[in-house]
C-alpha cells in the first residue's frame, strides 16, 4: 500500500544518500591525498607558533608548532583532515621530517636573537615506526645546533592505543637524545593510568576539552583538571594545560597548582614572522614579581 511504499522509497533515498555521502568522502580523501604528495615542493605548507606560557605570571617560555595547508582551489586545509590522510598514504613521513626541520630552524634563528623559548613538535605515531627516527632527530638538532632540552616531541595520547612496547621503546630512544617528550591530549579518553606510569614522558597536557567545559567553579571540569595536575606533579612531570580560553578557565588551571598553559587566552598559533612580536607583547603584560609593600607616607 501506499504507506509501506512511501517507507521503501525514504529507506532507499536514505542509503542512497549515505552512499553518496561516502563517495563524497573517498573522492575527498583521494584528491587530498593526490594534492598532499606536492604540498611540500610547491610550498603550500607552513607552520604556526602558538605560545606557551607560565603560570601565574603569563611569561611566554616555549611554542608549539602547529602545521597549516594552503591549497591553491581546495582553500585551507585544517590539520584534523589531512594527518589522517598523511598517515593513511605514508607521506607522514616526509611531513614530519620537514616539520621537524622547519622547526629547528625557526628555534635556531629565534636563538640566535636572543629568544630562549623552547618549541614543541607533533609527532604521528606512525613516524615512530621508524626504527632510526632518534637519530634522525639528533641529526636535525646537531645540523642547526640546537640544544637537544629546547625540542619537545609531542606524542598523542592516541599513540598509546598502539604497540605499546614499540612505544615505549621508541620514546626511550629519544629521550636519550636529550629532547623531551609530552603526551598530548591527556584526558581526551583513550590512554589508562596504567599506561601513563609506563609511557618515558616529562610533560603531561591537559586536553582543552577537559580544561574548556568550566565557566564555574561548581562544574565537574574543575575537579579533574585538579586530579590531573596532582597525577602529573606526582608522577614528576610538569603539566601544561591547553585550551585555556578565558580568565575563568585560566583561574581554575592555576589555582589546580598547573604551572603551564596554552590557548587563545594567551594567543592562537600565528606564523614566525608575527611570533616575535607576540613573545615581546606577552613579556611586556606578564606579571612582574610582586613588588616590596610600599611604606606608609
Ligand atoms: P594538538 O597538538 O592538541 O594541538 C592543539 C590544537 O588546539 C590546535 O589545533 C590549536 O590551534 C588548537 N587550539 C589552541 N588554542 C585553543 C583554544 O584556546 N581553544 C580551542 N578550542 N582550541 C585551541 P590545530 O592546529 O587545528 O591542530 C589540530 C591537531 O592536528 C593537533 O592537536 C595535532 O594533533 C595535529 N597536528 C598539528 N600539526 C601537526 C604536525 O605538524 N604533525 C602532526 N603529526 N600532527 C599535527
Ligand atoms: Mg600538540
Ligand atoms: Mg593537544
Ligand atoms: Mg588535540
Redesign the pocket.
Known sequence: DLALRYAKQRGKNRVERYQQGYDELLRRRGTLTGELRHAIDRDQLH??F?PVVALPSMRPVGA????RWTHPELGRV???EF?PVAEESGL?NR??AW?LEQACKQLAEWRAKGHDVWLS????PKELHNSDYAAQVADVLAEYGVPPQRLVL?V?EHAVATDMEELVRRLAELRETGVRIAL??FGAGYSSLTQLRTLPVDIL?I??ALV?EPESRTGTAAPLVDVVVRLGHRLGLEVLA????TPAQREIVEEAGCRLG????FG??VPAEHFESRLLSLRSSATRPAPAPRSSP
Open positions: 607552520l604556526v602558538q608549539e608548532a602547529l602545521l585544517g590539520p584534523v594527518i607522514i611531513i614530519g616539520v613538535v607533533n609527532l604521528s609531542e598523542t598530548d591530549d597536557k586536553d582543552h574548556a591547553e585550551g585555556i580560553g596554552q590557548g587563545s587566552l592562537w598559533g
